[in-house]
Protein backbone atom coordinates (compact mmCIF):
# COMPACT_ATOMS: atom_id res chain seq x y z
CA UNK A 1 0.00 0.00 0.00
CA UNK A 2 1.33 3.47 -0.83
CA UNK A 3 1.69 5.61 2.10
CA UNK A 4 -1.01 8.21 1.89
CA UNK A 5 -0.15 11.85 2.94
CA UNK A 6 -2.66 14.62 3.79
CA UNK A 7 -2.47 17.66 1.88
CA UNK A 8 -4.92 20.68 1.84
CA UNK A 9 -7.41 20.26 -0.25
CA UNK A 10 -7.44 23.19 -2.76
CA UNK A 11 -10.03 25.83 -2.31
CA UNK A 12 -12.92 24.86 -4.14
CA UNK A 13 -14.23 28.30 -4.44
CA UNK A 14 -13.08 30.85 -7.35
CA UNK A 15 -11.03 27.97 -8.58
CA UNK A 16 -10.87 28.76 -12.24
CA UNK A 17 -11.91 26.35 -15.04
CA UNK A 18 -9.56 23.61 -15.09
CA UNK A 19 -7.65 22.98 -18.26
CA UNK A 20 -6.58 19.49 -17.47
CA UNK A 21 -8.71 17.15 -15.20
CA UNK A 22 -8.83 13.45 -14.21
CA UNK A 23 -11.22 11.81 -12.16
CA UNK A 24 -10.77 8.86 -10.92
CA UNK A 25 -8.82 6.76 -13.56
CA UNK A 26 -8.05 3.58 -13.82
CA UNK A 27 -6.20 1.14 -16.47
CA UNK A 28 -4.91 -2.79 -17.32
CA UNK A 29 -2.35 -3.24 -19.31
CA UNK A 30 -3.46 -6.52 -21.52
CA UNK A 31 -0.67 -8.43 -19.51
CA UNK A 32 -2.58 -7.71 -16.25
CA UNK A 33 -0.32 -5.26 -15.15
CA UNK A 34 -2.67 -2.27 -13.28
CA UNK A 35 -0.45 0.68 -13.82
CA UNK A 36 -3.18 3.14 -12.67
CA UNK A 37 -5.54 2.70 -9.37
CA UNK A 38 -7.98 5.57 -9.15
CA UNK A 39 -5.63 8.60 -10.46
CA UNK A 40 -7.54 12.20 -10.18
CA UNK A 41 -6.19 15.32 -10.78
CA UNK A 42 -6.59 18.94 -11.87
CA UNK A 43 -4.66 21.26 -13.99
CA UNK A 44 -5.62 25.32 -13.74
CA UNK A 45 -5.06 26.99 -17.25
CA UNK A 46 -1.60 28.58 -16.49
CA UNK A 47 -0.11 26.45 -14.16
CA UNK A 48 2.95 24.67 -14.27
CA UNK A 49 2.96 20.75 -12.80
CA UNK A 50 5.72 18.36 -12.12
CA UNK A 51 4.77 15.24 -11.74
CA UNK A 52 7.22 12.68 -9.89
CA UNK A 53 7.35 9.69 -9.03
CA UNK A 54 9.57 6.02 -9.21
CA UNK A 55 9.70 4.13 -11.74
CA UNK A 56 6.63 2.42 -12.75
CA UNK A 57 4.29 4.88 -10.79
CA UNK A 58 2.40 5.00 -13.64
CA UNK A 59 3.19 8.57 -14.73
CA UNK A 60 3.82 7.54 -18.66
CA UNK A 61 0.83 5.51 -18.65
CA UNK A 62 -0.97 8.45 -17.27
CA UNK A 63 0.40 11.10 -19.88
CA UNK A 64 -0.40 8.59 -22.61
CA UNK A 65 -4.21 8.54 -21.13
CA UNK A 66 -4.21 12.35 -21.80
CA UNK A 67 -4.22 12.09 -25.66
CA UNK A 68 -6.15 9.31 -26.00
CA UNK A 69 -3.06 6.82 -26.53
CA UNK A 70 -4.64 3.59 -24.41
CA UNK A 71 -8.29 3.72 -25.70
CA UNK A 72 -11.13 4.70 -23.98
CA UNK A 73 -12.59 2.78 -20.80
CA UNK A 74 -15.06 -0.21 -21.57
CA UNK A 75 -17.85 1.28 -19.53
CA UNK A 76 -18.17 4.54 -21.59
CA UNK A 77 -17.08 6.48 -18.48
CA UNK A 78 -15.15 9.80 -19.76
CA UNK A 79 -12.80 10.50 -17.10
CA UNK A 80 -10.33 12.67 -18.62
CA UNK A 81 -11.44 16.53 -20.20
CA UNK A 82 -8.82 18.41 -21.26
CA UNK A 83 -9.75 22.16 -22.10
CA UNK A 84 -13.90 21.53 -21.57
CA UNK A 85 -13.49 18.42 -23.76
CA UNK A 86 -14.19 14.97 -22.73
CA UNK A 87 -11.33 12.45 -23.71
CA UNK A 88 -13.61 10.25 -26.18
CA UNK A 89 -12.82 8.98 -29.46
CA UNK A 90 -14.71 11.52 -31.80
CA UNK A 91 -12.73 14.68 -29.71
CA UNK A 92 -9.43 12.69 -30.58
CA UNK A 93 -8.29 14.81 -33.15
CA UNK A 94 -9.18 17.90 -31.42
CA UNK A 95 -7.88 16.85 -28.12
CA UNK A 96 -4.35 15.93 -30.12
CA UNK A 97 -3.88 19.20 -31.21
CA UNK A 98 -4.50 20.75 -27.55
CA UNK A 99 -2.33 18.57 -25.75
CA UNK A 100 1.56 18.69 -27.06
CA UNK A 101 2.87 15.75 -26.04
CA UNK A 102 6.59 15.48 -26.19
CA UNK A 103 8.07 11.91 -25.63
CA UNK A 104 11.06 11.13 -23.58
CA UNK A 105 13.20 9.83 -26.51
CA UNK A 106 13.63 12.27 -30.06
CA UNK A 107 14.28 9.29 -31.73
CA UNK A 108 10.58 8.39 -31.40
CA UNK A 109 9.29 12.08 -31.57
CA UNK A 110 11.36 13.12 -34.79
CA UNK A 111 10.21 10.40 -37.46
CA UNK A 112 10.25 12.31 -40.00
CA UNK A 113 12.88 12.99 -43.03
CA UNK A 114 13.97 16.65 -42.50
CA UNK A 115 13.54 18.45 -39.24
CA UNK A 116 10.60 20.91 -41.10
CA UNK A 117 9.05 17.73 -42.25
CA UNK A 118 8.07 16.96 -38.29
CA UNK A 119 7.32 20.57 -36.99
CA UNK A 120 5.49 20.70 -40.22
CA UNK A 121 3.82 17.43 -39.04
CA UNK A 122 1.05 18.47 -36.42
CA UNK A 123 0.09 21.47 -38.53
CA UNK A 124 -0.19 19.64 -41.57
CA UNK A 125 -2.30 17.18 -40.19
CA UNK A 126 -4.30 19.49 -38.61
CA UNK A 127 -5.48 20.51 -42.04
CA UNK A 128 -4.02 24.03 -42.08
CA UNK A 129 -3.11 25.27 -45.09
CA UNK A 130 0.43 25.10 -46.36
CA UNK A 131 1.02 28.99 -46.00
CA UNK A 132 0.16 29.25 -42.79
CA UNK A 133 2.22 25.66 -41.71
CA UNK A 134 5.24 27.16 -43.40
CA UNK A 135 4.79 30.43 -41.28
CA UNK A 136 3.95 27.84 -37.71
CA UNK A 137 7.47 25.98 -38.47
CA UNK A 138 9.62 29.54 -39.19
CA UNK A 139 8.19 30.48 -36.01
CA UNK A 140 8.73 27.41 -33.74
CA UNK A 141 12.28 26.61 -35.03
CA UNK A 142 12.86 30.20 -34.25
CA UNK A 143 11.63 30.30 -30.95
CA UNK A 144 13.57 26.99 -29.79
CA UNK A 145 16.79 28.15 -31.67
CA UNK A 146 16.77 25.90 -34.32
CA UNK A 147 16.01 27.59 -37.81
CA UNK A 148 19.40 26.57 -39.07
CA UNK A 149 18.77 22.87 -39.11
CA UNK A 150 15.54 23.23 -40.93
CA UNK A 151 16.62 21.21 -43.78
CA UNK A 152 18.77 18.36 -41.95
CA UNK A 153 18.20 14.55 -40.93
CA UNK A 154 17.25 14.72 -37.49
CA UNK A 155 19.83 12.17 -37.14
CA UNK A 156 22.87 14.34 -37.67
CA UNK A 157 21.54 16.62 -34.58
CA UNK A 158 22.98 15.86 -30.97
CA UNK A 159 20.64 15.11 -28.24
CA UNK A 160 20.25 19.06 -26.66
CA UNK A 161 18.86 19.67 -30.20
CA UNK A 162 16.77 16.79 -30.65
CA UNK A 163 15.06 17.91 -27.87
CA UNK A 164 14.65 21.40 -28.69
CA UNK A 165 13.18 20.20 -32.24
CA UNK A 166 10.90 17.90 -30.42
CA UNK A 167 9.35 20.86 -28.48
CA UNK A 168 9.06 22.33 -31.74
CA UNK A 169 7.07 19.85 -32.78
CA UNK A 170 4.74 20.17 -30.74
CA UNK A 171 4.50 23.81 -30.40
CA UNK A 172 3.39 24.29 -33.87
CA UNK A 173 0.10 22.64 -33.23
CA UNK A 174 -0.60 25.76 -30.92
CA UNK A 175 -1.32 23.16 -28.16
CA UNK A 176 -2.59 24.45 -24.88
CA UNK A 177 -0.90 22.05 -22.42
CA UNK A 178 2.64 20.79 -22.79
CA UNK A 179 2.74 17.28 -21.32
CA UNK A 180 6.94 16.36 -21.46
CA UNK A 181 8.33 13.22 -20.08
CA UNK A 182 11.75 13.31 -18.85
CA UNK A 183 12.51 16.13 -21.01
CA UNK A 184 16.37 16.59 -19.10
CA UNK A 185 17.08 13.02 -19.12
CA UNK A 186 20.73 12.15 -21.13
CA UNK A 187 21.00 16.14 -21.60
CA UNK A 188 24.68 17.39 -20.37
CA UNK A 189 24.62 20.18 -17.94
CA UNK A 190 25.06 22.73 -20.43
CA UNK A 191 22.45 21.75 -22.71
CA UNK A 192 19.91 20.81 -19.89
CA UNK A 193 20.54 24.53 -18.15
CA UNK A 194 19.40 25.87 -21.97
CA UNK A 195 16.53 23.77 -22.13
CA UNK A 196 15.09 24.54 -18.56
CA UNK A 197 15.38 28.46 -20.13
CA UNK A 198 13.39 27.83 -22.86
CA UNK A 199 11.27 25.79 -20.96
CA UNK A 200 10.96 28.69 -18.39
CA UNK A 201 10.24 30.69 -20.97
CA UNK A 202 7.13 29.12 -22.67
CA UNK A 203 2.97 30.28 -21.59
CA UNK A 204 1.58 26.84 -21.81
CA UNK A 205 -0.35 24.91 -19.22
CA UNK A 206 2.45 22.58 -18.46
CA UNK A 207 2.74 18.45 -16.93
CA UNK A 208 6.44 17.49 -16.62
CA UNK A 209 7.56 14.03 -15.72
CA UNK A 210 10.75 14.05 -14.17
CA UNK A 211 13.07 12.91 -12.14
CA UNK A 212 15.07 15.77 -11.96
CA UNK A 213 14.04 17.28 -9.02
CA UNK A 214 16.26 20.63 -9.28
CA UNK A 215 14.48 21.14 -12.36
CA UNK A 216 11.05 20.48 -10.78
CA UNK A 217 12.07 23.48 -8.06
CA UNK A 218 13.46 25.57 -10.84
CA UNK A 219 10.70 25.39 -13.22
CA UNK A 220 7.82 24.34 -11.53
CA UNK A 221 5.78 25.54 -8.70
CA UNK A 222 3.35 22.66 -8.02
CA UNK A 223 3.92 18.63 -7.21
CA UNK A 224 2.13 15.73 -7.72
CA UNK A 225 3.63 12.64 -6.38
CA UNK A 226 2.65 9.35 -7.85
CA UNK A 227 3.28 5.73 -6.76
CA UNK A 228 1.76 2.29 -7.46
CA UNK A 229 -0.56 4.05 -9.58
CA UNK A 230 -2.11 6.60 -7.56
CA UNK A 231 -1.64 10.01 -6.54
CA UNK A 232 0.19 10.25 -3.05
CA UNK A 233 0.46 13.86 -2.92
CA UNK A 234 -0.39 17.06 -4.65
CA UNK A 235 0.80 20.72 -3.69
CA UNK A 236 3.44 23.15 -3.59
CA UNK A 237 6.90 22.14 -4.79
CA UNK A 238 8.97 23.77 -2.39
CA UNK A 239 6.83 22.22 0.47
CA UNK A 240 6.57 18.77 -0.51
CA UNK A 241 10.33 18.47 -2.03
CA UNK A 242 11.55 19.74 1.82
CA UNK A 243 9.77 16.92 2.73
CA UNK A 244 12.00 14.18 3.57
CA UNK A 245 9.69 11.26 4.41
CA UNK A 246 7.59 11.86 1.73
CA UNK A 247 10.47 12.13 -0.79
CA UNK A 248 12.01 8.82 0.93
CA UNK A 249 9.41 6.92 1.15
CA UNK A 250 8.45 6.96 -2.88
CA UNK A 251 12.11 6.40 -3.85
CA UNK A 252 12.74 10.40 -4.47
CA UNK A 253 15.71 11.26 -1.96
CA UNK A 254 19.05 10.98 -3.72
CA UNK B 1 27.66 5.53 -34.79
CA UNK B 2 27.56 4.68 -38.46
CA UNK B 3 29.55 6.88 -41.13
CA UNK B 4 26.57 8.56 -42.63
CA UNK B 5 29.00 10.93 -44.50
CA UNK B 6 29.78 8.17 -46.23
CA UNK B 7 26.39 8.43 -47.46
CA UNK B 8 26.31 11.60 -48.89
CA UNK B 9 29.52 12.84 -49.18
CA UNK B 10 28.69 14.64 -52.39
CA UNK B 11 24.97 15.61 -51.64
CA UNK B 12 25.79 18.96 -50.77
CA UNK B 13 27.22 19.97 -54.45
CA UNK B 14 25.55 23.46 -56.20
CA UNK B 15 26.08 22.01 -59.88
CA UNK B 16 23.55 22.10 -62.22
CA UNK B 17 22.75 18.34 -61.94
CA UNK B 18 22.37 18.96 -57.68
CA UNK B 19 20.00 22.07 -58.30
CA UNK B 20 17.89 20.14 -60.40
CA UNK B 21 14.43 19.03 -59.53
CA UNK B 22 14.41 15.87 -58.50
CA UNK B 23 11.54 14.43 -60.44
CA UNK B 24 13.25 15.73 -63.62
CA UNK B 25 16.55 13.31 -62.18
CA UNK B 26 14.25 10.85 -61.31
CA UNK B 27 12.30 10.49 -64.81
CA UNK B 28 15.54 10.89 -66.73
CA UNK B 29 17.14 7.84 -64.63
CA UNK B 30 14.17 5.67 -65.22
CA UNK B 31 14.19 6.52 -68.58
CA UNK B 32 17.93 6.27 -69.00
CA UNK B 33 17.71 2.63 -67.49
CA UNK B 34 14.48 1.72 -69.71
CA UNK B 35 16.32 2.91 -73.02
CA UNK B 36 19.38 0.55 -72.24
CA UNK B 37 17.00 -2.62 -71.75
CA UNK B 38 15.61 -1.89 -75.28
CA UNK B 39 19.00 -1.39 -77.12
CA UNK B 40 19.92 -4.34 -79.20
CA UNK B 41 22.63 -6.81 -78.72
CA UNK B 42 25.33 -5.68 -79.86
CA UNK B 43 24.68 -2.28 -79.92
CA UNK B 44 28.04 -0.75 -79.35
CA UNK B 45 27.79 2.03 -80.42
CA UNK B 46 24.62 3.27 -78.39
CA UNK B 47 25.80 1.40 -75.35
CA UNK B 48 29.12 3.97 -75.96
CA UNK B 49 26.65 6.65 -76.75
CA UNK B 50 24.77 5.79 -73.00
CA UNK B 51 28.38 5.99 -71.07
CA UNK B 52 29.00 9.23 -72.95
CA UNK B 53 25.90 10.37 -71.75
CA UNK B 54 26.32 9.24 -68.10
CA UNK B 55 29.99 10.80 -68.09
CA UNK B 56 28.56 13.85 -69.13
CA UNK B 57 26.15 13.50 -66.11
CA UNK B 58 28.93 12.77 -63.94
CA UNK B 59 31.03 15.97 -65.18
CA UNK B 60 28.23 18.22 -64.80
CA UNK B 61 27.94 16.91 -61.26
CA UNK B 62 31.62 17.72 -60.83
CA UNK B 63 32.02 14.18 -59.53
CA UNK B 64 35.86 13.00 -59.61
CA UNK B 65 36.51 10.87 -62.76
CA UNK B 66 35.69 7.55 -62.31
CA UNK B 67 33.93 7.51 -59.37
CA UNK B 68 30.56 6.36 -60.49
CA UNK B 69 32.01 3.10 -62.23
CA UNK B 70 33.83 2.36 -58.61
CA UNK B 71 30.75 2.51 -57.10
CA UNK B 72 28.56 0.53 -59.17
CA UNK B 73 31.46 -2.50 -59.31
CA UNK B 74 29.35 -3.15 -56.19
CA UNK B 75 26.28 -4.27 -58.09
CA UNK B 76 28.89 -6.35 -60.58
CA UNK B 77 27.74 -9.79 -59.05
CA UNK B 78 24.41 -9.64 -59.76
CA UNK B 79 24.95 -9.29 -63.28
CA UNK B 80 26.86 -12.65 -62.90
CA UNK B 81 23.58 -14.18 -62.62
CA UNK B 82 23.24 -14.19 -66.49
CA UNK B 83 26.50 -15.64 -67.08
CA UNK B 84 24.04 -18.54 -67.81
CA UNK B 85 23.24 -16.93 -71.91
CA UNK B 86 26.92 -17.91 -72.58
CA UNK B 87 25.99 -21.80 -72.80
CA UNK B 88 22.18 -21.57 -73.68
CA UNK B 89 22.32 -19.57 -76.52
CA UNK B 90 22.24 -21.10 -80.01
CA UNK B 91 25.26 -19.95 -82.43
CA UNK B 92 28.78 -20.85 -83.60
CA UNK B 93 30.31 -22.94 -80.50
CA UNK B 94 33.63 -20.54 -79.86
CA UNK B 95 34.83 -22.54 -76.55
CA UNK B 96 34.00 -25.69 -74.79
CA UNK B 97 35.02 -28.00 -72.02
CA UNK B 98 33.47 -30.99 -70.09
CA UNK B 99 31.71 -30.90 -66.41
CA UNK B 100 31.10 -34.19 -65.65
CA UNK B 101 29.16 -35.72 -67.67
CA UNK B 102 27.96 -32.40 -69.59
CA UNK B 103 29.90 -30.43 -72.47
CA UNK B 104 29.34 -26.98 -71.71
CA UNK B 105 30.29 -24.75 -75.25
CA UNK B 106 30.26 -21.28 -75.29
CA UNK B 107 28.97 -19.93 -78.18
CA UNK B 108 29.27 -16.65 -79.78
CA UNK B 109 25.64 -15.38 -79.62
CA UNK B 110 25.53 -16.46 -76.17
CA UNK B 111 29.12 -14.17 -75.64
CA UNK B 112 27.30 -11.14 -77.49
CA UNK B 113 24.23 -11.76 -75.50
CA UNK B 114 26.37 -11.49 -71.92
CA UNK B 115 28.64 -8.75 -72.59
CA UNK B 116 25.29 -6.76 -73.67
CA UNK B 117 23.47 -7.80 -70.10
CA UNK B 118 26.44 -7.09 -68.45
CA UNK B 119 27.12 -3.14 -70.14
CA UNK B 120 23.49 -2.33 -69.65
CA UNK B 121 23.63 -3.70 -66.00
CA UNK B 122 26.79 -1.62 -65.12
CA UNK B 123 25.56 1.93 -67.27
CA UNK B 124 22.29 1.63 -65.10
CA UNK B 125 23.60 1.03 -62.13
CA UNK B 126 25.68 4.06 -62.42
CA UNK B 127 22.81 6.33 -63.54
CA UNK B 128 21.20 5.45 -60.51
CA UNK B 129 24.38 5.82 -58.42
CA UNK B 130 24.36 9.55 -60.11
CA UNK B 131 20.96 9.90 -59.03
CA UNK B 132 21.24 9.03 -54.92
CA UNK B 133 24.76 10.92 -54.78
CA UNK B 134 23.37 13.95 -56.34
CA UNK B 135 19.85 13.96 -55.02
CA UNK B 136 19.16 14.12 -50.92
CA UNK B 137 16.98 10.97 -49.93
CA UNK B 138 14.26 13.69 -48.38
CA UNK B 139 14.15 15.35 -51.93
CA UNK B 140 14.16 12.15 -53.99
CA UNK B 141 10.89 10.78 -51.60
CA UNK B 142 9.09 14.32 -52.38
CA UNK B 143 10.03 13.78 -56.26
CA UNK B 144 8.28 10.05 -55.91
CA UNK B 145 5.44 11.46 -54.57
CA UNK B 146 5.12 14.11 -56.70
CA UNK B 147 5.31 10.84 -59.17
CA UNK B 148 2.22 9.30 -58.19
CA UNK B 149 4.20 7.01 -55.87
CA UNK B 150 2.05 5.12 -53.48
CA UNK B 151 2.21 7.47 -50.15
CA UNK B 152 2.11 4.38 -48.60
CA UNK B 153 5.32 2.91 -50.37
CA UNK B 154 6.80 6.29 -50.10
CA UNK B 155 6.04 6.45 -46.21
CA UNK B 156 7.87 3.27 -45.57
CA UNK B 157 11.32 4.36 -47.72
CA UNK B 158 11.10 7.07 -45.61
CA UNK B 159 11.14 5.16 -42.37
CA UNK B 160 13.72 2.71 -43.44
CA UNK B 161 16.48 5.95 -43.95
CA UNK B 162 15.13 7.48 -40.80
CA UNK B 163 15.62 4.31 -38.65
CA UNK B 164 18.11 2.63 -40.46
CA UNK B 165 20.72 4.44 -38.79
CA UNK B 166 19.24 4.61 -35.41
CA UNK B 167 18.65 0.51 -35.67
CA UNK B 168 22.50 0.06 -36.92
CA UNK B 169 23.58 2.20 -33.77
CA UNK B 170 21.02 -0.38 -31.80
CA UNK B 171 22.76 -3.14 -33.27
CA UNK B 172 26.34 -2.18 -32.92
CA UNK B 173 25.82 -1.44 -29.05
CA UNK B 174 24.16 -4.88 -28.46
CA UNK B 175 27.48 -6.20 -30.21
CA UNK B 176 29.77 -3.70 -28.42
CA UNK B 177 28.26 -4.97 -25.08
CA UNK B 178 28.80 -8.36 -26.20
CA UNK B 179 32.56 -7.56 -26.93
CA UNK B 180 33.15 -6.06 -23.38
CA UNK B 181 31.99 -9.15 -21.94
CA UNK B 182 33.82 -11.74 -23.96
CA UNK B 183 36.54 -11.88 -22.25
CA UNK B 184 39.49 -14.93 -22.64
CA UNK B 185 41.17 -16.87 -19.85
CA UNK B 186 44.65 -16.36 -19.99
CA UNK B 187 45.64 -19.37 -20.85
CA UNK B 188 43.12 -21.45 -23.66
CA UNK B 189 40.16 -20.58 -25.58
CA UNK B 190 37.46 -18.25 -25.11
CA UNK B 191 33.63 -18.53 -25.61
CA UNK B 192 31.99 -21.96 -26.03
CA UNK B 193 31.33 -24.30 -28.64
CA UNK B 194 29.85 -22.80 -32.29
CA UNK B 195 26.01 -24.01 -30.77
CA UNK B 196 26.49 -21.91 -28.17
CA UNK B 197 28.06 -19.04 -29.70
CA UNK B 198 25.37 -19.47 -32.38
CA UNK B 199 22.51 -19.55 -30.16
CA UNK B 200 24.20 -16.11 -28.26
CA UNK B 201 24.02 -14.37 -31.64
CA UNK B 202 20.40 -15.79 -32.33
CA UNK B 203 19.38 -14.02 -29.51
CA UNK B 204 20.77 -10.93 -29.97
CA UNK B 205 18.82 -11.05 -33.26
CA UNK B 206 15.99 -11.39 -31.23
CA UNK B 207 16.15 -8.88 -29.40
CA UNK B 208 17.13 -6.55 -32.26
CA UNK B 209 13.81 -7.69 -33.36
CA UNK B 210 11.95 -6.97 -30.43
CA UNK B 211 13.31 -3.54 -29.97
CA UNK B 212 12.63 -2.40 -33.42
CA UNK B 213 9.20 -3.75 -32.61
CA UNK B 214 8.98 -1.95 -29.68
CA UNK B 215 10.19 1.28 -31.15
CA UNK B 216 7.35 1.34 -33.88
CA UNK B 217 4.76 1.31 -31.61
CA UNK B 218 6.36 4.16 -29.38
CA UNK B 219 6.95 5.92 -33.17
CA UNK B 220 2.98 5.33 -33.57
CA UNK B 221 2.19 7.00 -30.93
CA UNK B 222 3.85 10.11 -31.79
CA UNK B 223 2.45 9.96 -34.69
CA UNK B 224 -1.34 9.56 -33.39
CA UNK B 225 -0.45 12.19 -30.59
CA UNK B 226 0.95 14.92 -33.43
CA UNK B 227 -3.01 14.10 -35.24
CA UNK B 228 -1.86 11.35 -37.56
CA UNK B 229 -4.96 9.60 -38.60
CA UNK B 230 -4.48 7.40 -41.70
CA UNK B 231 -3.30 9.04 -44.56
CA UNK B 232 0.11 10.74 -44.45
CA UNK B 233 0.00 14.37 -45.61
CA UNK B 234 3.77 16.51 -47.00
CA UNK B 235 4.45 19.47 -48.58
CA UNK B 236 5.58 20.33 -52.06
CA UNK B 237 8.97 22.01 -51.54
CA UNK B 238 9.86 22.14 -55.40
CA UNK B 239 8.51 24.05 -58.51
CA UNK B 240 9.40 23.42 -62.12
CA UNK B 241 11.52 26.27 -63.49
CA UNK B 242 12.56 26.68 -67.11
CA UNK B 243 15.32 25.31 -66.38
CA UNK B 244 14.15 21.61 -65.15
CA UNK B 245 11.93 21.40 -68.26
CA UNK B 246 14.93 22.40 -70.87
CA UNK B 247 17.35 20.10 -68.91
CA UNK B 248 14.82 17.12 -68.75
CA UNK B 249 13.90 17.52 -72.67
CA UNK B 250 17.68 18.01 -73.58
CA UNK B 251 18.34 14.78 -71.36
CA UNK B 252 15.25 12.76 -73.44
CA UNK B 253 16.16 13.87 -76.78
CA UNK B 254 19.83 12.52 -76.29
CA UNK B 255 18.31 8.91 -75.18
CA UNK B 256 15.93 9.04 -78.26
CA UNK B 257 18.72 9.93 -80.84
CA UNK B 258 20.80 6.91 -78.77
CA UNK B 259 17.83 4.63 -79.51
CA UNK B 260 18.02 5.72 -82.76
CA UNK B 261 21.86 5.29 -82.97
CA UNK B 262 20.96 1.83 -81.82
CA UNK B 263 18.11 0.67 -84.02
CA UNK B 264 20.09 2.12 -87.22
CA UNK B 265 22.89 0.25 -86.12
CA UNK B 266 21.24 -3.25 -85.89
Redesign the interface.
Known sequence: MPVQHLQPAPATTAEPEPTLAVRDLHFTYPDGTAALRGVSLSVAAGEKVALVGPNGAGKSTLMLHLNGLLGEPQDGSAPITVAGLPVTRPNLPLIRARVGMVFQNPDDQLFSPTVFDDVAFGPLHMGLPEAEVRERVARDLALVGMSEVAGRMSHHLSLGQKKRVSIATVLSMDPEILVLDEPSAGLDPRARRSLIALLAELPQTMLVASHDLQLVRQLLPRTIVMDEGRVVADGPTSTLLADTDLLEAHGLAG | MLP?AAFDRYLHGESLIHRLDPRVKLVVTMLFIVSNLLLPDGAWLAFLAAGGFLLLGARLAHLPPGYLLRRSVLALPFALAAVTVLFSQTGQPLWAFRLGAWTLAVSDAGLLRFASILARSLLSVQMAILLTVTTS??DL?HGLRHLRVPGVLVAII??M???L??LADEASRLLRARAARSAAPAAGQAGGSVIWRARVAGSMVGQLFLRSYE?NE??Y?????????GQL????PHVMTARDWLAGLAAVLLLAAIQLAGRLAA
Do not use: S
Request: proline share 4%.
Open positions: TFPMGFYRYFVRRVNAMLARGYRLTMN
